[in-house]
C-alpha cells in the first residue's frame, strides 16, 4: 500500500479492507501460523485453535472467561473501574481518543475482565487480559480491578487464575502504570502467606510490566503452546546484542526448558487440568 | 566541544575555561587580574543559575545521564562508614551492575544497595551500564532478606537505564527476578528507603525500589519506559524523546506534584556532579531524618502503611 494512503486510512479500517481481499467472507479465517482457511464457526468449536496445525488463536478476554468457567454462578468484580486520564498525556494522538477508540473497537472499559465464577464446580476467581485493548497494557484500572480480584480471593478464601496477554505497562500513565507492577505484586504476596493458591497462565503475548510482576508469581505459571513470553520484546534484544536469536526463543517450550513454567497446557486441557490441580492444592476430593 | 559538558553547559564550559585561562596568564604576569577572575566567576555562577532555573524534562534526563554524576559507590564513600561490599547471588554470578553491602549511617548499621555504572569504557562494559541481570536482582534480594533477619534498615540507590535486554537474561529469568523482588519487598520487616539517584529506568529500576519512602534527586528522572523507548513506540522516532519525556512527566518535580515521590532533595548550582561531598552530605541528612521518622512507627504500622500506600497508586 502507497505511503500517502497509510498516513490517511486509520490502521484498523486498513487491516480489516486487508483482510477482506485475502479472505472471501466473515464465515472464513485465515490461521496466521499455517495459513490454512478456515470455518469460523468450526474454529470457534475448537476454541480459536487451529485445527489444522494446533495454533493458539489470540482469545477476547470475555470470550476466555465464557469458555473457561461454568455457565453458572459467575459474578463481575471491579467493572465499576473505569480508566482516567490524569496526565493529559497526548502523543501523536490523545490517551483520551485512544482509550475512547479501544472501548469502541473492544466493548470493554479497559484491559482486564475478572469474575468470580466455577470450574467444574470448584469456585474461584479468574481474570483475563484483552490484548486488544491498547495491547492489553496495564495501567491504573487494570491494577486496581486485579487487586480487587484479590480481595475477594483473600476474603473468600478462593483461588486466583490470571489469563495473561499484555504488551507490558501501559506508557500513557507513565509512573502510575508502572507502581501497577509493585500494586499487584504486593498483593499476590498477601495470597502467599494465607495459603490461597494462585496461578497464572500465560497466553500470547506476556512481556515488559505484565511479566515482570503478577504472571510470573503463580505458585504454579502455565503456559499455552507457543505463545511468546519474556521480559523484553525480541526486537529490542536483536537490536541490543546484535545477533540472531536462536530458535524457538521465548515460546513457552523454551520457558519450560528453562524453568520459568510449570508446564504447557493445550486450549482444549485447561478447565480440567486447572479443575484438578485446584481440588489437589486446597486437598477437595478428586472429582 | 568539552566532553564533560553537556550540550546547553557549552556556554558555561566555554566561560569556566577563559577562567581557568586568565588564571594562568595571571601566575605568569605582574598583572593584577584577579578582579577579573572575581567578575568572570559571578558571571559564570549567574549564568549557570539560568542556564538550570529552566530545565526541560530532557535536559533534565541528561543531567540525570551526565557521565560526571556520582553513582552508588560515590554515595556510599561519602555516607557510608565501615562498609563491607558482599557479591553474589549464591545461584550463578556476581552482577557488577548492582553492588550492596553492609555499613554504617550515622553509626547505625544499614544494608546499602543500589545500580552502579561504570565510569571509563572498561569499567562500563564490566557494570554492563549499570544494567542488571537476573543474578544481580536475585543479589539484591538474598542482602534484603539478610537485612530483615539482622533488623537492618534498607537504603537503595536507583542508576538504571533498565534491566538488561539480552538472551542470557531471558534465559534466567528476567521478568521472574524483578517479579519476585517486587512481591518479596512489599512484605520485608525493616524499613526501606529508596532514592533515585540519576535514571530510574522502569522495572530494572522498580525492582529494588518498593519502599516506604520514596526520595529523588531534584535533577534525577524515574518512569516505565525510556523517553527514547517511548518516543520509538508512540511517535514511532526516537528522535521526538524531547516530547515524550515532557509528556511523560520523568522529573522530580512533576512526580512530587503527582505523590508519587516523597521528597525532592536538591542538588548543587549545575547538578549533584559539580559538588559530590555537598551532594551527599545533605542526602544523608535527608537519609537520616527519614530513617528516623519510620524507625518510630511499629512494625505493624509500618508494613501497614507500605501496603496501603501500593494499593493507592493510580487511583485518584
Redesign the interface.
Known amino acids: 500500500m502507497s505511503n500517502w494512503l497509510d498516513k490517511i486510512v486509520p490502521s484498523l479500517i486498513r487491516s480489516e479492507t486487508k483482510k477482506k481481499q485475502d479472505i472471501p467472507e466473515g464465515l472464513w479465517k485465515k490461521c496466521p501460523k499455517c495459513e490454512a482457511v478456515l470455518y469460523r464457526p468450526e474454529l470457534d468449536k475448537n476454541l480459536n485453535v487451529c485445527p489444522k496445525c494446533d495454533h493458539h488463536m489470540r482469545l477476547r478476554a470475555r470470550k476466555r472467561l465464557e469458555l473457561f468457567l461454568d455457565p453458572d454462578n459467575r459474578i463481575e468484580i471491579g467493572a465499576d473501574v473505569e480508566p482516567v486520564d490524569r496526565l493529559k498525556f497526548r502523543d501523536s494522538k490523545k490517551y483520551k481518543d485512544r482509550l475512547s477508540a479501544a472501548q469502541k473497537g473492544t466493548g470493554e472499559k479497559d484491559a482486564l475482565v475478572a469474575m468470580r465464577g466455577e470450574v467444574e464446580g470448584v469456585p474461584l476467581v479468574a481474570v483475563a487480559f484483552e490484548f486488544s485493548f491498547l495491547g492489553g497494557s496495564m495501567g491504573a484500572v487494570v491494577g486496581e480491578r486485579f487487586v480487587r480480584a484479590v480481595n475477594v480471593c483473600l476474603e473468600q478464601r478462593l483461588p486466583l487464575i490470571c489469563f495473561a496477554a499484555s504488551g507490558g505497562a501501559r506508557m500513557q500513565e507513565a509512573l502510575f502504570s508502572l507502581m501497577q507492577m509493585a500494586k499487584t505484586s504486593a498483593a499476590l504476596e498477601k495470597m502467599k502467606a494465607e495459603g490461597i493458591p494462585y496461578i497464572s497462565v500465560l497466553t500470547d503475548p506476556v512481556f515488559g510490566g505484565v511479566s515482570a510482576s503478577l504472571a510470573m508469581l503463580g505458585d504454579l505459571n502455565v503456559a499455552e503452546p507457543n505463545a511468546l513470553i519474556g521480559f523484553a520484546g525480541p526486537r529490542v534484544i536483536e537490536q541490543t546484542v546484535r545477533e540472531k536469536l536462536p530458535e524457538g526463543f521465548q515460546r513457552s517450550e523454551f520457558l519450560l526448558d528453562h524453568g520459568a513454567v510449570d508446564m504447557i497446557l493445550p486450549r482444549e486441557q485447561m478447565r480440567e487440568r486447572l479443575a484438578a490441580i485446584l481440588r489437589k492444592l486446597q486437598s477437595l476430593p478428586a472429582a | 566541544m568539552n566532553p564533560n559538558y553537556l550540550d546547553f553547559e557549552q556556554p558555561i564550559a566555554e566561560l569556566e575555561a577563559k577562567i581557568e585561562e586568565l588564571r594562568l596568564v595571571g601566575e605568569d604576569s605582574e598583572i593584577n587580574i584577579s578582579d577579573e577572575i572575581e567578575r568572570l566567576q559571578q558571571k559564570n555562577v549567574a549564568l549557570t543559575e539560568q542556564v538550570f532555573s529552566d530545565l526541560s524534562a530532557w535536559q533534565v534526563a541528561q543531567v540525570a545521564r551526565h557521565p560526571q554524576r556520582p553513582y552508588t559507590l560515590d554515595y556510599v564513600k561519602h555516607m557510608i562508614e565501615d562498609f563491607d561490599e558482599l557479591h553474589g547471588d549464591r545461584h550463578f554470578a556476581d552482577d557488577a551492575a548492582i553492588v550492596g553491602g553492609i555499613g554504617r549511617l550515622e553509626g547505625q548499621p544499614v544494608m546499602v544497595i543500589g545500580h552502579q555504572k561504570g565510569r571509563e569504557v572498561k569499567e562500563k562494559v564490566r557494570r554492563n551500564f549499570g544494567m542488571p541481570r537476573p543474578e544481580g536482582y536475585r543479589k539484591a534480594l538474598r542482602l534484603m532478606e539478610m537485612a530483615e533477619r539482622f533488623k537492618m534498615p534498607i537504603i537503595t540507590f536507583i542508576d538504571t537505564p533498565g534491566?538488561?535486554?539480552?538472551?542470557d537474561?531471558?534465559?534466567?529469568?528476567?521478568?521472574?527476578a524483578?517479579?519476585?523482588n517486587?512481591?518479596?519487598?512489599?512484605?520485608l520487616k525493616t524499613p526501606i528507603i529508596s532514592t533515585v539517584v540519576g535514571e530510574g529506568g522502569?522495572?530494572g529500576a522498580?525492582?529494588i525500589g518498593?519502599c516506604d519512602q520514596l526520595l529523588m534527586l531534584q535533577y534525577g528522572t524515574?518512569?516505565?519506559?525510556s523517553p527514547e523507548g517511548?518516543a520509538s513506540?508512540?511517535?514511532?522516532s526516537a528522535e521526538r524523546a524531547s516530547?515524550?519525556a515532557k509528556?511523560?512527566?520523568?522529573t522530580s518535580g512533576r512526580?512530587h506534584e503527582?505523590g508519587?515521590v516523597d521528597k525532592v532533595v536538591p542538588e548543587p548550582l549545575g547538578g549533584a556532579h559539580r559538588d559530590v561531598p555537598l551532594m551527599a552530605a545533605s542526602l544523608k541528612q535527608q537519609l537520616i531524618e527519614t530513617l528516623d521518622q519510620l524507625q518510630a512507627l511499629s512494625m505493624d504500622e509500618l508494613l501497614q502503611k507500605r501496603?496501603d500506600r501500593?494499593?493507592s497508586?493510580?487511583?485518584?
Do not use: F, H, N, T
Open positions: 534491566a538488561y535486554p539480552g538472551i537474561a531471558e534465559e534466567r529469568g528476567q521478568s521472574e524483578i517479579a519476585y517486587l512481591a518479596v519487598m512489599s512484605r522502569s522495572g522498580l525492582a518498593v524515574y518512569s516505565v519506559i517511548c513506540i508512540l511517535w514511532k516530547d515524550a509528556a511523560m512527566g520523568i512526580l503527582l508519587l501496603y501500593l494499593m497508586y493510580g487511583i485518584a
